[in-house]
């Protein structure tokens, strides 16, 4: 096994981990990372090189453990002067059917939803950073139907009609239809 090296933060219900070195570990050691972050109800996030674990451990206890598993970790101490602060587009939603995916990656109905049921900040602040970003609409891709992983842009102007009647005014679809077809004739 390579060793690991990690950063740990802790937050309101678990600890955070970055992987600094993940590229460099051999197949068994990331299985480890892995099956240490699941068996305590967290998630593991390959591309990002970050996993998460629910339960409040102390730096050392965190070290024992991965002592009896057989897994050896350098922890890169951070700066504890300055707070880090993500941005919700970055972090990571920690339960629901989205458990392990970026805020930014989900559904703009899923948050709605979300803050809808529980008034989550993150939720919040993820739709709001959607209503102020312009949109590039010619790069957008759609990730449903039969024009999944088509440009938005490229789509028949007869199928942009049909999502309009098919989705409500509040949903992603409508207003990507409608945006792409207002483009089209000013352009």
């Known amino acids: 096994m390579n060793k690991v090296k990690l950063t740990i933060k802790e937050h309101g219900s678990g600890v955070d981990f970055q992987i600094l070195n993940l590229d460099k570990l051999d197949t068994k050691t990331v299985e480890e990372l892995k099956n240490f972050a699941l068996k305590r109800n967290g998630y593991f996030r390959h591309d990002l090189a970050r ?58 109905s899923y948050l709605e939803w979300i803050y809808k049921e529980n008034e989550n900040i993150y939720a919040l602040s993820e739709i709001k950073r959607r209503e102020n970003t312009a949109v590039n609409i010619e790069n957008e891709i759609i990730k449903f139907g039969k024009f999944k992983g088509q440009q938005w842009i490229k789509l028949p102007n007869d199928y942009l009609a049909w999502l309009l009647n098919q989705f409500s005014k509040d949903k992603e679809a409508h207003k990507f239809a409608k945006l792409v077809l207002e483009y089209k004739e000013n352009n």
């Open 51 to 108: 996993f998460d674990i629910k339960r409040k451990l102390t730096q050392k206890q965190i070290l024992q453990i991965f002592e009896l598993l057989e897994i050896t970790a350098d922890v890169i101490e951070d700066d504890k002067s300055s707070v880090e602060v993500t941005p919700a587009s970055q972090r990571i939603i920690d339960f629901g059917k989205y458990k392990g995916f970026l805020w930014s990656d989900v559904p703009l």
